[in-house]
Structures are given as structure tokens and as C-alpha cells.
């Protein structure tokens, strides 16, 4: 089993925000953890680790997400990072 990567600060800070607007949209549209996960194709931990940052969300995915929650991959981006 390979050995798991550890995230340095900025990473770690980047994957918090991104979760922080993950947790908050999908309160906004009324879904559980768990339903969203289920729109997106996952279990609810794995959303619980990308709403907290402890997991790296990959974009493939953030495009479900946001398609899920109803609003653009960009909207998941945080204003100080100009990644797409």
C-alpha cells in the first residue's frame, strides 16, 4: 500500500475553503451529506473529508458537485486561487 502524501499548509488551506463552499451550497440547496453524496456518486465520508479538507477532492468530481448544487465549477473556487 502506498504511503499517503502529506498535504503542506497551503494545500491544506486551499482544500478547506473549497470544502467550507461545498458545505455551505449544499446546505443552501437543502441537501444531506448523504444526498449529495449519492448525486455525485459517493459515500457520504468521502463528502464529510472534502466539506472538512482532510481529503483532496479531484476536478472531475467538483464538476459533479457543482453541477449538483447548481452553480458553476468556478463558484467552488476560492477568489485568491485562479486555477481554471
Known sequence: ??????????ELAFNV???RRIGELRKRR???QSKLAD???IGQPQLFGY????VRCPVFR???????V??????LIPDNHNLL
Open 1 to 10: 500500500m502506498p504511503a499517503r502524501r502529506v498535504m503542506c499548509e497551503e
Open 17 to 19: 475553503q473549497i470544502g
Open 30 to 32: 437543502g441537501l444531506s
Open 39 to 41: 448525486l455525485v456518486g
Open 51 to 54: 466539506e472538512v479538507g482532510a
Open 62 to 68: 467538483l464538476r459533479l458537485i457543482a453541477s449538483a
Open 70 to 75: 447548481g452553480v458553476p465549477v468556478q463558484a
